[in-house]
């Protein structure tokens, strides 16, 4: 896999380990994941699809704690997943009326975001 991050803060060298640990633990490996800081209009983070193997993940850093950051990596890195082996896309596309706080894969990224962050957070602490 290739990842290209673009990020501001001195934690850009969790990053690498962090998307890498999402990739074993949500089992998608895409071809390239591009992390870039953004402030995202009317959010935190963005997850792009270019190709159908290929990502950009757009991650707002300003006023925001390394926690939060990783939150909201690891929320559009769920939805890389999703892309990848849930058709995503289509779905978009096919669901677009759904409001946002009703759509599945909103609920799954929310749901699961913070207990991986926790879980790198304690593989870490313990190396």
Known sequence: MILKT???DSYDHLVNPFVKFLCNELSVLPREVTIV???VEGG???CIDVDPDSFLILVKESGRSVGQVLTTIAHEMI???QYMTQELGRLLDEQSHVPYEDRWWEKEAY???VPLVEK???II???
Request: zero cysteines; a negative charge; charged letters at 25%.
């Open 111 to 113: 749901e699961n975001a």
């Open 79 to 81: 939805h890389v997943k």
């Open 44 to 46: 935190v983070g963005l």
């Open 6 to 8: 673009q990020l501001h």
């Open 125 to 127: 602490n313990t190396s």
């Open 37 to 39: 800081s953004e402030d």
């Open 120 to 122: 790198f957070v304690k």
